[in-house]
């Protein structure tokens, strides 16, 4: 017992192994984690970690969409100006940067599928 | 000028270092950074240096933090993105702690500079490109062909690489528009207080309601310190996830 929480901290706080040798490592310590049935739940309870996600993810949504539409403002003025298109680079763009702003904010709310910003989906697809 | 809301985050050199036309001076910024810096790193050696079996209260909060991001990375980016964790582990800190500094009265608040969360969360996509480009060839550029009809994707393609281009845009806006908002509304406040106690007895008791707001705005600015450094280091997960696995 003494012997096994020693181990799994020296893996956990190894560096200098090559990535082979790790994965190797986090895969035992996974199944030693699913048999000995301690570690998802230690540490924080859940019922902690729930909140702040929550608040967490209204804050995220906050600045998807602005985001969005400046990236989208940017690349039309960038393009207008190169190509000397003024101004349909900036009236094309900014309604694709809205698409893109609105797509974002779906993604993080996990409604919208598709790209991998879907923090909820993990790894399956 | 003290009630000035703005002032706390002028940036003041302290000695000026020419190198190759290039002015590396130190500011009172990397002064804060170097702090940060120093503070995770010695809370952390402290905190390794008599590794108990049953752990102290120092080693226990760093355990707990080594948990949480672990955790979180297993969970957003799976146990592939393990590898990437002594980089998420530094981001978080680095945001947490300096947020946290910033909290400190009289001290400069490193990540209400968009500059600097900007220059992180360029590291943070950087790392996303070169490694999903190393490890998946071309391949990696399926992150912006969504699976839709053929004919929709002319219109589709733009619109993911613009939402990709996006990322570290909102990735730094987030971070430091909120730390930002929330020292200049904390100061605000704090600031009537002050004001309304010139005029009397009767500024006094006005002064109340600015005081009680101030106790809770601290309170509410210490989660959002925190807040904003998971959100980062969650994102930042999500966006390693993309480069370990593109296409989903």
């Known amino acids: 017992m003494s012997d096994d929480e020693k181990q799994t901290g020296r893996v956990a706080g190894d560096t200098g192994a090559n990535e082979a040798e790790l994965a190797e490592r986090f895969r035992r310590l996974e199944e030693k984690l699913a048999s000995g049935g301690h570690g998802a739940g230690d540490g924080l309870g859940s019922g902690e970690r729930s909140k702040p996600s929550a608040i967490g993810q209204a804050f995220r949504l906050s600045s998807e969409l602005v985001a969005g539409v400046a990236v989208g403002f940017g690349m039309g003025w960038g393009i207008d100006k190169t190509f000397d298109t003024t101004p349909w680079g900036m009236i094309v763009f900014l309604f694709l940067g809205f698409a893109a702003g609105v797509l974002n904010l779906l993604r993080a709310t996990g409604q919208a599928g598709g790209g991998a910003a879907t923090p909820n989906s993990g790894d399956e697809g | ?248």
């Open chain 2, 1 to 248: 000028m003290a009630n000035d809301p703005i002032h706390q985050f002028q940036i003041s050199k302290f000695f000026s270092l020419e190198l190759g036309g290039v002015d590396f001076g130190f500011t009172n910024s990397s002064l804060f950074m170097a702090a940060t810096v120093a503070t995770v790193a010695g809370f952390l050696i402290l905190a390794t240096s008599r590794r108990g079996l049953v752990p102290n209260r120092v080693q226990s909060i760093a355990e707990m933090s080594y948990e949480f991001i672990a955790q979180t990375l297993r969970n957003t980016a799976g146990s592939e993105g393990m590898k990437f964790f002594p980089f998420v582990f530094s981001l978080f800190a680095f945001v947490l702690v300096g947020n946290m500094l910033g909290m400190f009265p009289y001290f400069f608040t490193i990540t209400s500079h968009i500059i600097v969360t900007f220059a992180l969360s360029m590291l943070v996509i950087s790392v996303v490109i070169i490694y999903g480009f190393m490890k998946n060839g071309v391949k990696f550029l399926k992150l912006f062909v969504p699976s839709v009809p053929a004919w929709l994707l002319p219109l589709l393609i733009p619109i993911e690489i613009i939402s990709f281009v996006a990322r570290p845009l909102s990735l730094s806006i987030r971070l430091f528009a909120n730390m930002l908002a929330g020292h200049i509304t904390l100061k605000v406040f704090a600031g009537f207080v002050v004001t309304l106690s010139a005029f009397g007895f009767t500024g006094w008791a006005g002064a109340v309601l600015p005081f009680l707001l101030t106790v809770a705005l601290t309170a509410l600015e210490f989660l959002v310190a925190f807040l904003q450094a998971y959100v980062f280091a969650t994102l930042t997960c999500i966006y390693l996830h993309d480069a370990l696995h593109p296409g989903h």
